[in-house]
């Protein structure tokens, strides 16, 4: 199996530009997290699905920010528009009902 | 709510000695603690985790951690350190099973001193 992957791994962008981040969760997993990491603030769950459909997006930032996933293969996480304040390393987990979550490589942006 | 604290943000060792990190938790519920370990440009691996049943729990690298009810705590710890140890380490709590909302804590990052 070739894990959770996550794309791109490197973003930088300049404030203001819409920000997209992909990912495709392991092949049988029914749950699929967003989680944000800065030094700051540490890890932070943003958002996860299950079977496809939102479960909890209370740590959702603003408004800026959407998650979607279409299908169970594919998500998406989109920062529209991108601040300086968004730079931080995005990672998207999956895992099986029941089963421990098994982590991406992560998206590390960069918004100037 | 949730939290996890992990007590100390940077520790360092001597190859070849004890490890201990630590993490204090709060749950109003009998929680499920893990331990991840990332590596630098990596995501976060498993360590190990508790659910139920035995309260020390060993994991991967030869790390184990013991779950303590009564002092809500849940410290990492191996017996001797190895170069390859470096890394960041957090501790999580979930209320409601493995797969669920993970609190993380800050992190500890490990250096290991030849």
């Known amino acids: 199996d070739a894990g959770v992957i996550q794309s791109p791994r490197h973003e930088v962008t300049e404030m203001g530009q819409e920000v997209t981040l992909r990912c495709k969760p392991i092949?049988?997993?029914?749950?699929l997290f967003w989680y944000r990491q800065t030094m700051m603030r540490g890890l932070e769950l943003l958002i996860y699905?299950?079977?496809?459909?939102?479960?909890?997006d209370s740590g959702m930032p603003e408004d800026r920010f959407s998650a979607k996933m279409p299908n169970a293969s594919f998500s998406t996480l989109k920062i529209q528009p991108s601040e300086p304040r968004d730079s931080a390393v995005y990672f998207c987990?999956?895992?099986?009902?029941?089963?421990?979550?098994?982590f991406g490589a992560g998206s590390r942006l960069t918004v100037l | 709510a949730q939290s996890v604290t992990q007590l100390g943000s940077h520790v360092s060792v001597s190859e070849g000695a004890l490890v201990l990190l630590r993490c204090n938790y709060s749950?109003?519920?009998?929680?499920?603690l893990f331990w991840y370990v990332q590596y630098p440009n990596q995501g976060l691996q498993l360590l190990l985790k508790y659910t139920t049943g035995a309260t020390l729990v060993k994991g991967i690298n030869g790390f184990e951690a013991e779950f303590k009810k009564s002092e809500t705590s849940f410290h990492l710890t191996k017996p001797s350190a190895h170069m390859s140890d470096a890394a960041e380490y957090f501790c999580?709590?979930?209320?409601?099973?493995?797969?669920?909302?993970?609190?993380f804590g800050q992190g500890t990052t490990l250096q290991v001193k030849p």
């Open positions: 699905f299950n079977n496809n459909v939102p479960i909890d």
């Open positions: 987990a999956s895992a099986r009902e029941g089963d421990v979550l098994t």
């Open positions: 749950s109003s519920v009998p929680p499920y």
């Open positions: 092949s049988g997993h029914d749950y």
């Open positions: 999580a709590v979930s209320e409601l099973s493995n797969t669920g909302k993970l609190i």
